[in-house]
């Protein structure tokens, strides 16, 4: 059986000491992700060879399309990816090639503008090159009220300053949208960058915070799993929040956290970020890219 995919990228979330006191994911605040990432994940190597510290850039495009990034790059990329791996990003990421072998492909993050303004962002994301170039639909304020959307956030407080007057939704409302995305797609992306942001504040009650907001979310999120010909993955391009004794990413290895249909060949398939992307392709039953 084919599954229905939802893939879950959570930035900067390594697998770290087994001490609750360096490590906020162990500490209480967020029971679901932990278990998960107890019983049903495999460590996955985000270094890649490379020397240094792993980033963001580079991780999210290998993570992605299965490419050493960092190999490619000739260093770890931090932030937003420059016009050779945008390029790489462009020609090889997952939601293209689901797209164009036919299968259902999306973004599931809401942006505060419109499709135009997207494409013309500066400086874009990893994960906004591949929707860009996948074709899939953007999605805006009228895809959030209309709960078609999740924004990135989860409770979508951040858009107020930016002028949004819709509903805010509860995480576990916003899990629930993001199934129900899903169970519509064959492949559903979606992204969390708090973790990140939170792991280098390195403030242990604004991490928990974060992680007890994602938890959450989580639960819900994580139904999608429970009928047959569903699979939920969760994966990071790099360490930082599971130590709150640095204020920088992290060597350790992220998750490969994996729920449903085929969930034992992916995570037996993955070694290291290059590894996630052909897993997926070859659960989709997608042609060699």
Do not use: K
């Not at 360096?22 to 490379?50: K, Y």
């Not at 399309?65 to 770890?76: E, F, L």
């Not at 242990?204 to 047959?228: G, I, K, N, Q, W």
């Amino acid at each position: 059986m084919t599954p229905r995919v939802l893939l879950l990228f959570v930035d900067g979330l390594g697998l770290g000491e087994s001490d609750p006191a360096v490590n906020p994911v162990l500490g209480g605040a967020c029971p679901v992700l932990a278990r998960w990432l107890a019983e049903e994940a495999v460590p996955v190597d985000a270094c890649l060879g490379v020397p240094g510290l792993p980033q963001s850039a580079t991780g999210q495009a290998a993570l992605l399309t299965g490419v050493n990034a960092p190999r490619a790059m000739g260093r770890h990329v931090e932030g937003f990816p420059g016009p050779a791996l945008q390029e790489i990003v462009r020609s090889r990421n997952l939601l293209r090639r689901a797209s164009a072998a036919g299968r259902r492909a999306t973004f599931a993050n809401a942006y505060f503008m419109d499709a135009v303004t997207i494409a013309a962002i500066r400086r874009p994301s990893v994960t906004t090159v591949a929707a860009l170039s996948a074709g899939v639909p953007m999605r805006g304020p009228s895809d959030l009220t209309a709960n078609r959307a999740v924004y990135q956030d989860l409770t979508r407080e951040g858009l107020r300053p930016r002028g949004y007057e819709g509903p805010l939704v509860d995480p576990a409302e916003a899990g629930a949208h993001l199934a129900a995305i899903a169970e519509e797609h064959d492949l559903t992306l979606f992204e969390f960058f708090q973790t990140d942001r939170a792991g280098h504040s390195g403030e242990r009650s604004r991490a928990e915070a974060v992680l007890s907001r994602y938890d959450r979310f989580l639960e819900t999120a994580l139904r999608f799993a429970e009928a047959p010909g569903r699979l939920v993955l969760l994966s990071s391009d790099h360490g930082n929040i599971e130590d709150l004794g640095v204020r920088t990413h992290t060597r350790n290895p992220v998750p490969l956290a994996a729920r449903g249909t085929g969930a034992d060949s992916v995570r037996a398939a993955v070694r290291d970020l290059t590894d996630i992307a052909p897993a997926i392709a070859g659960a989709l039953g997608l042609p060699p890219g």
